[in-house]
């Protein structure tokens, strides 16, 4: 005679699939907030960005000029001249009459040093032009 012994048999729970999917996800979401606080932008130049409650964050596809305390200008990371800049500008423009620039002025840049840029760049005929700037506390 055999006598068949029961192994202990667990009812399926449908929340134990879920508990797999729930460890994913979770390292998922610290994998993206320690990556995002690891690439940084790094901005031309020595150029530190005002501070502002609302921040348009920088397009990589954009072309970037930053701009330093003493007013020396970087054009994609190239230091250029305010003669050069227009050339650049120029030829930038024929290639895209829609081309956007993005601007990184230094916090401590004075408005006499950026009024003439700000005119040339009108002048040059540049329609959209954003400025960068970092979080900062509400006022």
């Known amino acids: 005679m055999r ?8 009812a399926s729970n449908p929340d134990d699939r879920l508990i797999p999917l729930i460890n994913i996800v979770f390292l998922m979401l610290i994998f993206f907030m320690v990556a995002g606080h690891v690439t940084r932008q790094r901005l031309p130049g020595d150029v530190e960005l005002p501070r502002s409650s609302q921040v348009n964050p920088a397009q990589p596809d954009y072309h970037v ?19 050069e800049l227009a050339q650049s500008l120029q030829t930038l423009l024929a290639d895209d009459p829609e081309l956007s620039l993005q601007l990184c002025l230094d916090h401590e ?13 009108r002048a040059l005929g540049l329609h959209k032009v954003m400025l960068i700037s970092s979080r900062g506390a509400t006022p």
């Open 65 to 83: 000029l930053a701009v330093n305390r003493v007013g020396e200008l970087n054009l994609d990371q190239t230091p250029v001249t305010p003669e």
């Open 3 to 10: 006598v068949q012994i029961a192994s202990p048999h667990r």
């Open 109 to 121: 840049l004075d408005a006499a040093t950026l009024t003439p840029l700000l005119k040339q760049l």
